[in-house]
């Protein structure tokens, strides 16, 4: 079978749920979600192609070849991914309910200064110019963020994010429009601030949902690389329940 994609055995992942129907997938900081400007053969899809290439082919380019939602390339985490045509249909319908829990771990550069448990409820402007870029603008789409406190330090704070909406860089702008900034993140933080950490400190930790065909409830962990571990203990919240 001729494939849309190229495969790439040489992009790893880590599969962290598996069964018929779909798959949870590890994808590591520095790596493209899916092919687009300047990454045609080296994202997170060209290595699944590489061993589940037949099956992605078939959900088909019109479902993206089964990825239901992206990371920023910088981000490191947790990516569901359907291996049917029905899956990805019955998949994408509890995305668009809200249905699929979303949550991230986050290292900024202070904690929210309200509420150790609070949202941010701030529409979500996406601009493509030279680059894809968001803001917060009264002209934008609803986005919804949630976050705890889980540690702070006084170099740092550990925020847990569960980005109820999907907008482009939501938890990104969300955290920086209350001035909470993640650590190296270079689109939405001063020079300090980005150049504070070797890539933006954001983790896909969980995801939580109803399987589709299975009704059956599955949560799947990531556990934190280790690059965002060490930067854990730099900032003096090594241990902090991670």
């Known amino acids: 079978m001729n494939q849309s ?3 790439n055995e040489r992009v790893s992942f880590k599969v962290r749920y598996e069964d018929e129907h779909l798959l949870v997938v590890e994808k590591r900081a520095r790596v493209a979600t899916v092919p687009g400007k300047g990454h045609a053969e080296d994202t997170l899809l060209n290595g699944l192609f590489s061993r589940y290439g037949a099956r992605l082919q078939n959900v088909g380019a019109a479902r993206d070849f089964g990825m239901l939602h992206r990371l920023d390339k910088p981000t490191s985490g947790l990516v569901l991914v359907a291996l049917t045509p029905l899956c990805h249909e019955a998949m994408s319908a509890l995305f668009r309910e809200r249905k699929v829990a979303k949550f991230y771990y986050a290292i900024t550069r202070r904690a929210p200064s309200k509420l150790p448990v609070g949202t941010i409820n701030r529409p979500i402007l996406e601009e493509h110019k030279s680059m894809k870029l968001a803001r917060v603008a009264s002209g934008g ?4 963020t949630a976050y705890r406190l ?7 704070a550990l925020l847990e994010c569960r980005a109820v909406t999907g907008r482009l860089h939501q938890v990104r702008v969300h955290l920086a429009s ?7 993140d270079d689109l939405y933080a001063n020079a300090t601030i980005a150049g504070a950490a070797g890539r933006l400190m954001l983790h896909a930790h969980r995801l939580s949902f109803e399987h589709p065909m299975t009704g ?3 949560d799947v962990l990531s556990p934190v690389p280790r690059d965002f571990a060490g930067m854990l203990k730099r900032v003096g919240l090594a241990g902090v329940g991670v």
Do not use: M, N, T, Y
């Not at 789409?141 to 919804?144: A, N, R, T, Y």
């Open 5 to 7: 994609i190229v495969p």
């Open 141 to 144: 789409k609803p986005s919804l």
């Open 150 to 156: 889980v540690g702070q330090s006084a170099a740092a």
């Open 178 to 184: 209350i001035g909470c900034p993640i650590l190296g």
């Open 216 to 218: 059956v409830g599955v």
